[in-house]
């Protein structure tokens, strides 16, 4: 079975730290630009950041620029969001995705989608 799936959320004091993962099984993420998102209890999906395939181009929104990076590991089929100075308003499910494409950064149109891991920062 082809699915990605994701693992790292739980819940952790504002300013803490959390690492990630978004696993792909049954297929290979080289080729694949991978995107993750978020969403919030009563709002809509946000875009959180991209990569590409090659790990040369990446992008983060605003809102988490300077304090998450994403990475991935083709070798471990992986890819990672670490995630630091965590804010109340980071809580959500966060979700990855992959397109196959060099670089691809849209809000929907990927071929896969993992199931998602909640991430509660909260004192």
């Known amino acids: 079975q082809q699915q990605l799936v994701e693992s790292g959320g739980g819940l952790v004091q504002p300013g803490g730290s959390l690492r990630l993962s978004c696993a792909a099984s049954?297929?290979?993420?080289?080729?694949?630009?991978i995107g993750w998102f978020r969403q919030a209890p009563g709002k809509e999906r946000e875009g959180v950041s991209c990569?590409?395939?090659?790990?040369?181009?990446?992008t983060y929104a605003d809102s988490v620029k300077g304090r998450f990076t994403i990475t991935r590991d083709n070798a471990k089929n992986t890819v990672y969001l670490q995630m630091n100075s965590l804010k109340p308003e980071d809580t959500a499910v966060y979700y990855c995705?992959?397109?196959?494409?060099?670089?691809?950064?849209?809000?929907?149109?990927?071929?896969?989608w993992g199931q998602g891991t909640q991430v509660t920062v909260s004192s």
């Open positions: 995705a992959a397109h196959r494409s060099s670089w691809f950064c849209k809000m929907d149109e990927y071929e896969y």
């Open positions: 049954g297929f290979t993420l080289r080729g694949y630009a």
């Open positions: 990569i590409s395939s090659s790990s040369q181009s990446s």
